[in-house]
């Protein structure tokens, strides 16, 4: 009786710090996103989202660095995508489980740990240095593309996974190929769970700054090709923020910078409950 006793006061001890860090956590959020749309929101215009900038930033808006971003997420999505795809295709439906395998997760999970401004100087110097592709829209892209290649990777996997057993069977059992019956039937089961990681790496991709400093350069014009310099929203809110240019433009471009990013991660939330609806449904 004692016992049961002191395990309930210790689970209740420990539900009750379970409590408090959560409402900390998002007392935390809430009071950071709550003061950056304090500061922005006023500042916000269909005037600031559609003309560039002026005398540095300090006027105008931000209409080329919402299109470099854009660009940027583009160009990154389009190298990473089949190569993160396309690696947990292997990972899942081809690969025997063993030693390597087990080695291409631990390179993957290690390349996620990796702080992005060593990302940014391996894109300085490899790709802008030796490849000879300077600050210019391509080698940020490729920079960002590593950055967000483990997520895209390992998410992509686990929506694999996650597929139960039996549409593959059942495909199998009716004459498909192996690859037939990875492209037909276990990607369309997954693709919720893919998309989900696609669109938390498009919040990634948003949100870089010191991976793309490096990397893509400053030039607060639209870009015209992929060797351009261009200037994306979080480079921006760095140099107006950094430099000291214009406080009200920067929490402004920053407003615009949570907008997006949480759209992204709201959607990809989205995306996982139905995923998870599903398979809860057919299975």
């Known amino acids: 009786m004692q016992r049961s006793t002191r395990k309930k006061a210790v689970q209740g001890v420990a539900f009750s710090f379970l409590w408090i860090g959560a409402i900390i956590t998002i007392v935390v959020l809430l009071v950071i996103v709550g003061y950056i749309l304090y500061q922005g929101v006023p500042g916000l215009s269909w005037e600031f989202l559609t003309q560039s900038p002026k005398a540095g930033g300090k006027e105008g808006g931000i209409l080329p660095m919402l299109v470099n971003t854009i660009f940027l997420v583009i160009a990154s999505l389009a190298i990473a995508i089949p190569v993160g795809v396309l690696s947990a295709v292997f990972l899942a439906e081809y690969a025997k489980q063993g ?19 060593i990302f940014g100087l391996f894109g300085f110097i490899f790709f802008g240095k ?21 997520t895209i990777m390992r998410t992509s996997e686990e929506a694999l996974l996650a597929v139960p057993q ?13 690859w037939q019956t990875v492209t037909r039937v276990v990607l369309p089961a997954a693709s919720p769970g893919i998309l989900a990681g696609l669109m938390l790496s498009m919040g990634r991709i948003v949100g870089e700054t010191a991976a793309l400093i490096f990397t893509l350069g400053s030039a607060d ?8 310099s261009a200037r994306p929203l979080s480079v921006h809110l760095y140099i107006l923020a950094h430099e000291g240019i214009s406080t009200p433009k920067a929490f402004s471009t920053a407003t615009v910078l949570i907008i997006l990013v949480l759209i992204l991660n709201l959607t990809a939330a989205f995306l996982v409950s139905r995923a998870n609806k599903n398979r809860k449904t057919k299975g």
Do not use: H, K
Request: cysteine-free; overall charge positive.
């Open 99 to 117: 030693r390597i395998v087990r080695l291409i997760r631990s390179a993957a999970e290690n390349l996620a740990g990796i702080p992005s401004i």
């Open 130 to 150: 030796i490849l000879g592709l300077g600050w210019s829209l391509l080698n940020g892209a490729l920079t960002a593309a590593i950055v967000v290649l483990p």
């Open 166 to 178: 039996s549409y593959r069977e059942g495909s199998l059992s009716l004459g498909a190929t192996r």
């Open 221 to 228: 014009r639209i870009a015209q090709s992929l060797m351009d």
